[in-house]
């Protein structure tokens, strides 16, 4: 799900920024173009964070104490950032179809997939005392897709349900073949979505909280972003909730790849 980049020389970014800088618009040419701009914005943002990320994991085991609580504070601050640059790249390659000029499909059973998901959410569903369960079916399910792009639509519902589930409730996975697709589905105990909000919650920056009674953090782009990307192998995605008593998110891609969005 998260991507890192290795930290460049001094020399490439000084050849770099002048470049950028020329460009003034959509019509600008050379390293002056949008897409350039972006992509220097991105690498310079994430150059020092992995920095960051790398230096306090290195750190992580051997301080304890309140040194340690401080230093876990700043790794998961950075580690949320990193979440939101992430999901900035990856509205962006949905909005210029570099997303889907990248699809690798693949042969990709969904039993493995799943577990590689369920074991990345693990320990936080453990800090929160939340049971999570899978269940599969016998023959295991195989699709034809980008197993990246799928990697990231399910991770960013687990992160949903781990968020939003109070202590001690329960997150389920399933997976099933219905007739010429696999659905795929989380469910979760939490806190439910308001009836009046359920057909928003795909909109871009979208939060079902107010801005000013937020208790949950991010950006509200996780459920656009899954929505695209399923939508690029011609699939489809939909939630039903009860507020106070969990949300299932569902999203059914064709078992042998189907018709690419175009």
């Known amino acids: 799900m998260f991507t890192t980049e290795s930290a460049p020389g001094q020399t490439e970014t000084q050849e770099t920024t002048p470049a950028v800088q020329r460009g003034s618009g959509p ?17 310079e943002l994430r150059t020092p964070l992995n920095v960051i990320l790398g230096y306090a994991t290195f750190l992580k085991d051997d301080l304890h104490g309140d040194a340690g609580e401080q230093l876990e504070i700043v790794l998961q601050s950075a580690m949320r950032l990193r979440s939101l640059i992430d999901d900035m790249v990856n ?29 990345e959410f693990s320990a936080m569903a453990e800090a929160k005392r939340l049971s999570m369960g899978v269940r599969r079916p016998v023959p295991p399910v195989e699709i034809v897709a980008d197993r990246q792009k799928v990697y990231l639509v399910l991770a960013n519902l687990l992160s949903n349900a781990v968020k939003f589930t109070n202590p001690g409730g329960r997150v389920q996975v399933a997976v099933e073949a219905r007739g010429s697709e696999a659905w795929v589905s989380v469910r979760d105990t939490g806190i439910g979505i308001p009836p009046e909000k359920l057909d928003k919650i795909f909109d871009r920056f979208y939060q079902v909280e107010g801005s000013l009674s937020r208790h949950y953090e991010g950006m509200g782009l996780g459920l656009c972003i899954a929505k695209g990307m399923v939508e690029l192998h011609g699939g489809r995605l939909w939630v039903e909730s009860v507020k106070g008593r969990g949300s299932s998110f569902t999203f059914a891609l064709p078992l042998d790849g189907g018709r690419v969005s175009g």
């Not at 002056?32 to 991105?42: K, N």
């Not at 570099?98 to 074991?119: G, S, T, Y």
């Open 27 to 43: 019509d600008a040419d050379g390293g002056g173009t949008p897409q350039a701009l972006w992509d220097h914005l991105r690498h």
């Open 91 to 119: 509205l962006r390659h949905l909005d210029t179809g570099e997303a889907r000029a990248q699809l690798d499909m693949e042969v990709l059973p969904l039993h493995q997939l799943i577990a590689d998901v369920v074991q």
